[in-house]
């Protein structure tokens, strides 16, 4: 897990020829079991993409998709990814939004009916993505062999992400946000 995090910092790769912006936002989650966060962490990215799409999508138009996921790998190290692509003209509104975005999920500004959706949509997912031999295996595998308690201890460990993991799980992540842009300068620099 890395011990020292960037401050932020915008990244701007001059693309002239591009109609459209793409823009990538990465940071560090404060996770500490990475089975046991692991539930929390997804449904954070979840609900926090959930928020970016509204935004970005269903009140400005400014985008056809927007986003956020995490990943968490062995070690513990957990990251929040955010990302979408915007009209050029948008770039600021969009590196805005996404900026606000972290900030909401840090102080826990975030409505809880999307806490509880995003927590349905992860129980159906996970019932449904080990149906066949094939995605138990799979299943099995994505976790590591050895550690079977994952299994007895998610359908609890995912009922009881609340409002409360927000704040902890996002500490890491509030100025140290890494902001990439990939799209004509002009517009990035704005």
């Known amino acids: 897990?890395?011990?020292?995090?960037?401050?932020?910092?915008?990244?701007?790769?001059?693309?002239?020829i591009a109609t459209q912006s793409q823009i990538l936002l990465g940071c560090q989650l404060a996770v500490e079991d990475e089975l046991r966060d692991r539930p929390?962490?997804?449904?954070?990215?979840d609900v926090l993409g959930e928020m970016a799409?509204?935004?970005?999508r269903e009140e400005a138009g400014v985008t056809y998709g927007a986003g956020a996921y995490t990943s968490i790998d062995d070690g513990g190290t957990a990251l929040l990814i955010m990302s979408s692509l915007v009209q050029?003209?948008?770039v600021g509104?969009?590196?805005e939004t996404m900026l606000d975005l972290v900030n909401?999920?840090?102080?826990?500004?975030?409505?809880e009916q999307s806490i509880a959706n995003a927590q349905w949509t992860r129980a159906?997912?996970?019932?449904?993505?080990?149906q066949s031999g094939q995605q138990m295996l799979n299943r099995l595998v994505s976790v590591g062999l050895e550690d079977f308690s994952y299994f007895e201890t998610y359908p609890e460990d995912l009922g009881n992400v609340s409002l409360d993991v927000f704040e902890p799980m996002m500490s890491t992540c509030v100025g140290q946000e890494?902001?990439?842009i990939v799209g004509p300068r002009e517009y990035a620099e704005e």
């Open 104 to 111: 909401a999920g840090a102080t826990g500004d975030v409505d």
């Open 178 to 180: 890494v902001v990439t």
């Open 53 to 56: 799409w509204r935004r970005l």
């Open 93 to 95: 509104f969009g590196v």
């Open 124 to 130: 159906r997912t996970y019932v449904l993505g080990q």
């Open 40 to 45: 929390s962490a997804l449904v954070v990215g």
């Open 1 to 16: 897990i890395p011990t020292e995090q960037p401050e932020r910092q915008v990244l701007v790769f001059d693309k002239p």
């Open 88 to 90: 050029n003209d948008a």
